[in-house]
């Protein structure tokens, strides 16, 4: 099945650092997906991409389609605490089912 | 308030029983999908419903089974349930999937 490689797997963020993570896949996508999940909640949709090469900005969330359609990249500009949570990256084929990377856990830096 | 609401939201079951999840879509969501999750992991794809129909089924034993109803709800039902069945369960629903899907705040299933 298709299978997507997130990282890093965690990290950690000091308040008004710029973070960045990542996804790839073995499969290609026709639409990717970032999702935020805190803890007792299910995923909210923060950003979604339709085309190879496309850059969507979302306030202080930038994504981008990777053009070979089989990466995705999510970066959060002048982080602040409440980004802490767990990102997801999902891709989608064809109009069913996500595809979701295990996860970037953001925790912030005491 | 996401407009997807899950119910209960947590639930204990002992090993073999059968359970049924609830999931209400609003309005116009005919897409409904049924998402597991275990813990640590990120959420995989049980099966989705469109205008009551199953059209697309992910890796899981036929004893997990749903139901979509004609009022935007929806049922995922597990039979003979096993420990490793312990996850949280998540619905999403959407009124188009190209355009992403609306996911609950998950029931929380522990097996004993």
């Known amino acids: 099945g298709q299978q997507l490689n997130q990282s890093p797997q965690s990290m950690f963020i000091q308040e008004g650092e710029d973070v960045s993570m990542n996804c790839t896949s073995s499969?290609?996508?026709?639409?990717w997906l970032w999702y935020k999940q805190d803890p007792g909640e299910g995923p909210v949709l923060l950003i979604a991409?339709?085309?190879?090469?496309e850059l969507t900005s979302n306030g202080r969330l930038t994504a981008q389609f990777g053009i070979t359609r089989k990466d995705s990249f999510l970066n959060i500009s002048a982080s602040i605490p409440s980004d802490v949570g767990i990102y997801f990256c999902?891709?989608?084929?064809?109009?069913?089912?996500?595809?979701f990377g295990a996860g970037t856990t953001v925790t912030v830096r005491a | 308030e996401t407009g997807v609401t899950q119910s209960p939201t947590h639930l204990i079951k002992t090993r073999g029983q059968q359970v049924t999840l609830r999931c209400s879509s609003q309005s116009g969501h005919n897409t409904v999908s049924w998402y597991q999750q275990a813990l640590g992991q990120g959420p995989q794809f049980i099966f989705q419903y469109y205008r009551e129909e199953e059209n697309g089924r992910g890796n899981f034993p036929p004893r997990f089974s749903g139901l979509q109803f004609p009022n935007y709800s929806s049922e995922l039902n597990v039979n003979a349930l096993e420990l490793d069945d312990s996850a949280l369960y998540l619905c999403?629903?959407?009124?188009?999937?190209?355009?992403?899907?609306?996911f609950g705040s998950g029931t929380r299933l522990t097996v004993v």
């Open positions: 991409l339709y085309k190879a090469g």
């Open positions: 999403a629903s959407s009124p188009d999937p190209d355009y992403g899907y609306t």
């Open positions: 999902a891709g989608q084929v064809g109009d069913y089912k996500l595809s």
């Open positions: 499969s290609i996508f026709n639409t």
